[in-house]
C-alpha cells in the first residue's frame, strides 16, 4: 500500500471531524468544524470527501480553512445521506441516492468568511430539513510535494435560534463544450421558478476554471430583467453580498451566463471537473419565509438551456468587469505543487559536529544562529532533586554558530560563545542586533552584543546557579522574545510562568500559574511574537500552542488529538508552526510531524515532516526528538533543531510554491463581513472516524452531538491526573530518559 494512502487511513482513526461551542453575549453560538483527515492527493485532479453526522440548529456562518496553494476548491453539502458509509472516501459522489443534496457553501481561490444577514440560517439536522449529514469536497489540482498532509475544512457557526427566514443554494450550471479559439464563448442556463414560496436571492458567487472571464445571472419578472449578481471567476470566489432586495416569485425565469475565452485553445474543451476541462456555475444564495414551504425540497439546480428565453438577455451579463489586478493575484492558484521539501539534515556545520540543537534565532542579515550544546547532554545526572547544576564549569566550546545558506549548502560566518554558557536552550535576536539567550544550566537570561568575533555580555538577570521562583530568580527559563520595549521569558521548568522585563533586564511584571486551564502552563517550553505584537506560548505537557496579548490573556489555543506535546513553535505571516518532541504513545511508528495552523482559527490546517516519515531510521533519517522551530523571514525555509541522544541534527526544509507567492490571506480587504471574535471560552474536539472501527465511530458522532447540545465537550478532555494539584515535571529531554517511567519529567 503507497505509504501516503497508509499515513492517510491511519490518520482517519485520529479524527476528521472537530466541533466547539462558543458562547456569545446574545445566543449560543456551537462552531462546528468538519476537515479532511490528513491527505495527500495522489494523482492530478483527486476528488475526495468526509461525512460526519450533522448537529441539529441553523448555520449562520461559515470559516473556510483552505489555501489556493493546496486546494483547488471545497464544497459543503448537507445529506439525508452521504455517498459512502465510511467516513471518508475517493471520488467526486458527495451524497446517497434517495435522498436530498444540498449545498450549503463553497470555496476557491482563496475567498474569505462568509456572514449571512440577520434573520437569515441555513436549517441542519432537523427531520423537516432533510440533511442528516454534512459532506465535505475537496477537489485536489495536484498532488503535493514532499511528506505533507492537509487538514483543510469548514467551520460552521451553529445558533439554536430558529430564524424568522432559512437559507439555501440554487445552483445554475452548464453542460455546453467551448469550442476552440474563440475571444468570447456564452454558456447559458435558464429555468422557470415553479414554487409558490417566494425567495429573496442575498449573495452570489461564481465559478470557472482559467478560461472563465465573466459570469453573471438575471431573473425576469414581468418582462423586466433585474440583475442577480456578475463577477469574474479569476477574482477570490466568495460569496459577494446582493445589496438590493430582491424577490423571485412563481413562473420568474431565472438566466445565468458564463464568458470564455477560448483563444488558446486548439481543440474543444469539455465541462467537467478536472483541470483540463471547464465549468459554468453561478451559486445563488436565498432565503425564504420559514413559516412557508421550502421552494426546493429535495435541492435546488438548474441545468436547462433555452436559447430562445435567452435572446433579451441584458448587455451587461455580457460585458466585461475593468480588471483588478490585486484580486486576480489574490486569488492566483499556484502551477507548481505546493509542498514543503526536505533540502538537508546538517549534523556539522563549518566543520563543528552539533551538539544538541536547543535554540534557533535569525539575526537581521538572515543569518542563522544555532545555539547547541557541544558536548554537553542534559541527562538524569545533569541536576540534583533542587535543580542545581552539577557540573559547573562552563562548555569550553562555541555554541552560538553563525550560519548563512545557500540552498542546502552552508557557510559558517562566526562561532561563539566558548566559556560562557553551562546548559543552552533558547535564543532570539531583536531589531537592534542584540542577542538574548536563556541558559536552564546558570538559570539566568542574557543580554548579548556581536563585536566582530567576540560575544560581549550586556546584563544577566537572575543569580548564577541558583534556581528560585521571585522576581530575581529564574528556574530553567527557556525562551525569550522581544515586543516593543518589553521582553518575555518563559520560566519553563519549575515555575510555570512568563516573566515581563524592560530592555535592561529589569523586572516589570510576571503572568501564568501552574495548571491547565488558559492562561495557565504545564512547562512553558518556547515563546515567539506574531505579525500584530501578541505572543505565541507552547505549553510543553499541556501539549498545546497558547496565543496571549501581551498581558496574558489567551485569545485562541493550539490543540489537538494528533500529539499530547509541544516543544517548539514559529509564527510567519498568518501561519503558526509547532513541533512536538516525542511521538502520541502508541503512535511512535507513524513518526513526528510537524503541524501548521492558521492564526484565528485555533485549528490544524496541514502538517509535514521528513521525506521518510513514518519509516524505520534504517530506511531514511526521522525526528529523533525535535525541541526548537523557527521559519526564516522570507518564509521560505523551515529549521528543526533535534536534541535526540547521539543524533542531533539540524533538519532544513524548503517551502516549495511558485516565486512570490506566500499566504496572502490578511492582505487585501475583500468587502464581505468578517466573523466576530469574542474573549468567550471554548473547548474544542476531535471525533473518531476510523474507518475499520465504523460501528464505534458511528456511536462516537451520536454522542458528539448530543455533548454539544448540552454544552460540553466531551473527546477533548484529558484523562484526570491522580492529584488535583500540580504535579512535578520530569524535566530532562532525552527521549529515552523521558519514557522510562521515572518520576521527574
Request: charged share 20%.
Amino acid at each position: 500500500m503507497n505509504d501516503r494512502i497508509l499515513f492517510s487511513l491511519i490518520l482517519l482513526s485520529i479524527g476528521c471531524c472537530f466541533a466547539a461551542v462558543r458562547t456569545t453575549k446574545n445566543e449560543e453560538i456551537q462552531k462546528f468544524t468538519i476537515q479532511m483527515i490528513g491527505y495527500s492527493p495522489q494523482k492530478t485532479d483527486d476528488y475526495v470527501a468526509v461525512s460526519v453526522e450533522a448537529t441539529p440548529g441553523y448555520v449562520v456562518g461559515f470559516e473556510p480553512m483552505a489555501h489556493a496553494d493546496r486546494v483547488h476548491h471545497m464544497l459543503l453539502y448537507g445529506c439525508t445521506m452521504p455517498a459512502s458509509d465510511q467516513g471518508f472516501w475517493r471520488g467526486m459522489e458527495t451524497c446517497g441516492w434517495g435522498g436530498g443534496s444540498y449545498i450549503l457553501y463553497a470555496w476557491a481561490r482563496n475567498a474569505p468568511n462568509l456572514v449571512l444577514p440577520k434573520d437569515v440560517a441555513f436549517s441542519v439536522g432537523h427531520e423537516q430539513d432533510g440533511i442528516k449529514y454534512f459532506v465535505l469536497q475537496v477537489h485536489y489540482a495536484q498532488p503535493f510535494a514532499g511528506e505533507v498532509h492537509d487538514f483543510s475544512g469548514v467551520t460552521m457557526h451553529i445558533s439554536q435560534r430558529k430564524p424568522m427566514n432559512l437559507a439555501a443554494v440554487m445552483l445554475f450550471v452548464s453542460g455546453t463544450p467551448i469550442p476552440p479559439q474563440l475571444p468570447a464563448f456564452q454558456n447559458n442556463i435558464t429555468c422557470m421558478f415553479p414554487s409558490s414560496t417566494p425567495i429573496h436571492p442575498f449573495a452570489f458567487r461564481t465559478h470557472t476554471h482559467a478560461m472563465g472571464r465573466l459570469v453573471s445571472a438575471f431573473f425576469k419578472h414581468d418582462g423586466h430583467w433585474t440583475k442577480i449578481g456578475k463577477r469574474n471567476p479569476q477574482w477570490p470566489q466568495l460569496f459577494e453580498a446582493i445589496p438590493t432586495k430582491l424577490t423571485i416569485g412563481k413562473g420568474d425565469q431565472m438566466s445565468a451566463s458564463c464568458r470564455f475565452n477560448s483563444m488558446d485553445k486548439n481543440r474543444t474543451v469539455n465541462m467537467g471537473a478536472m483541470g483540463v476541462d471547464e465549468m459554468c456555475n453561478f451559486y445563488m444564495m436565498f432565503h425564504y419565509d420559514a413559516k412557508m414551504e421550502n421552494p426546493y425540497p429535495q435541492g435546488a439546480i438548474c441545468s436547462q438551456d433555452h436559447p430562445n428565453l435567452m435572446k433579451d438577455y441584458p448587455a451587461d451579463g455580457f460585458e466585461l468587469l475593468p480588471t483588478r489586478p490585486e484580486l486576480e493575484h489574490h486569488a492566483h492558484q499556484s502551477k507548481v505543487p505546493f509542498g514543503i521539501v526536505q533540502e538537508a539534515i546538517h549534523e556539522k556545520l563549518g566543520g563543528i559536529k552539533l551538539g544538541q540543537v536547543a535554540g534557533l534565532a535569525f539575526n537581521n542579515e538572515k543569518q542563522l544562529l544555532v545555539f547547541h550544546r557541544a558536548e554537553r547532554v542534559w541527562d538524569a545526572n545533569t541536576f540534583d532533586n533542587y535543580n542545581i547544576l552539577l557540573d559547573k564549569t562552563p562548555i569550553k566550546d562555541p555554541v552560538i554558530l553563525v550560519v548563512s545558506f545557500n540552498g542546502n549548502q552552508t557557510r559558517l560566518d562566526k562561532k561563539l560563545g566558548a566559556g560562557k554558557f553551562h546548559l543552552p536552550h533558547g535564543i532570539y535576536v531583536d531589531k537592534d542586533d542584540f542577542v538574548y539567550t536563556t541558559d536552564v544550566g546558570s538559570h539566568t537570561v542574557s543580554k548579548w552584543k556581536i563585536e566582530g568575533e567576540e560575544l560581549k555580555n550586556i546584563w544577566t538577570s537572575g543569580e548564577s546557579m541558583l534556581p528560585g521562583p521571585d522576581q530575581k530568580h529564574y528556574c530553567k527559563p527557556t525562551g525569550i522574545t522581544r515586543i516593543g520595549d518589553q521582553l518575555y521569558v518563559t520560566d519553563g521548568y519549575c515555575n510555570s510562568r512568563v516573566v515581563v522585563l524592560d530592555l535592561n533586564g529589569k523586572f516589570i511584571q510576571q503572568f501564568g500559574l501552574p495548571g491547565e486551564d488558559a492562561g495557565q502552563f504545564n512547562l512553558p517550553h518556547d515563546i515567539v511574537s506574531d505579525a500584530q505584537g501578541r505572543i505565541l506560548v507552547t505549553d510543553r505537557e499541556n501539549g498545546r500552542v497558547q496565543h496571549m496579548t501581551t498581558q496574558g490573556h489567551v485569545i485562541e489555543e493550539f490543540k489537538s488529538t494528533m500529539f499530547n506535546n509541544i516543544y517548539s513553535a514559529a509564527s510567519h505571516e498568518d501561519y503558526v508552526f509547532m513541533v512536538p518532541g516525542r511521538p502520541m504513545m502508541g503512535h511512535e511508528s507513524e513518526g513526528i510531524a510537524v503541524f501548521v495552523g492558521r492564526s484565528g482559527a485555533g485549528l490544524i490546517e496541514y502538517a509535514f515532516g521528513p521525506a521518510t516519515r513514518g519509516k524505520r531510521e534504517q530506511m531514511g533519517p526521522q525526528f529523533g526528538q525535535p525541541h526548537c522551530l523557527r521559519v526564516s523571514p522570507d518564509g521560505d525555509h523551515i529549521f528543526v533543531g533535534d536534541i535526540a541522544e547521539g543524533k542531533a541534527r539540524l533538519w532544513q526544509f524548503k517551502v516549495q510554491r511558485e516565486e512570490n507567492m506566500s499566504s496572502m490571506t490578511s492582505s487585501i480587504s475583500l468587502g464581505w463581513p468578517s466573523l466576530t471574535q469574542t474573549d468567550a471560552k471554548y473547548n474544542s474536539f476531535f471525533v473518531l472516524l476510523a474507518i475499520a472501527i465504523l460501528v464505534l465511530g458511528a456511536y462516537c458522532v451520536r454522542r458528539r452531538c448530543r455533548n454539544l447540545e448540552n454544552g460540553g465537550a466531551l473527546f477533548d478532555k484529558r484523562v484526570s491526573r491522580s492529584n488535583v494539584g500540580f504535579k512535578p515535571l520530569r524535566t530532562e529531554e532525552t527521549v529515552g530518559f523521558i519514557s522510562d517511567g521515572s518520576e521527574s519529567d
